[in-house]
C-alpha cells in the first residue's frame, strides 16, 4: 500500500467520524430546542374570599402550548369537550352565574399565560357554595396540548385524587400568577 492509499483512507476515516459528530451534535441542539420550547399547562384553583375564584389555566412552561383536545366531566360523566355548550350545561344551574373562558382545538396558549377557565368574580363562600362544590367536587378537565414542534401529546387534567387534594390544600395561586391574572384580559364565551 503505497503513501496516497493511506492519505486517502484517513481522510475518509476522518471525513466519515466528523460527518458523525455533526449528525450527533444537531440531533443534541435538535432535543435541546425541543425541551427549551416546552410548554407545561397547569390547571389551578383559587378560591379566595372576595377575589376572582375559580379554574385557572397556567402556561408555566417557555414555549406556546397548542391544545389538541379537552374533556369535560360533571359528576362524573362525560360531557364532552371544553366548549360553549359544555360550559353552558356545567354552568346552568348556578347563580350568578360564572363566566367561562373555552378551549377549541388549535387554540394556542402563550408562554406565562395565566387565564380563568370558569371564573366567579368577587368570592364569597357563603354566596357562592353552588360554586364551590362544582370546582371542588363535581367538574373535572383534560386538556391535551403539544408544543409548536407537535406530537407530543402532554395531558394536564384534575381527574385525579393528587391533583384535587394538592389543588384544595392550598386553595391559591401564586403572586406572579395572580399578577398575571389582574394584567391579562380574560377570553370569555358566553
Known sequence: MDSGTVVAISATVIATASLAVSIYQLRLARLHNRHTLRPLLQIKVKLVEGHPAGFVLVNSGLGPAIVTGT?????????????????????????????ASTLVDGSVIPSGETDYLLRMDAFDRDRHVQFRKLIEQRLDLEIRYESLYGGEDFIVTTRSEGWRSAALLTGEVSDQDEANLRTSPPAISP
Do not use: F, Q, S
Open 71 to 99: 374533556k369535560t366531566w360533571l359528576d362524573g360523566e362525560m360531557i364532552g369537550p371544553w366548549h360553549r355548550m359544555t360550559a353552558r350545561k356545567a354552568r346552568y344551574p348556578i347563580t350568578p352565574r360564572p363566566v
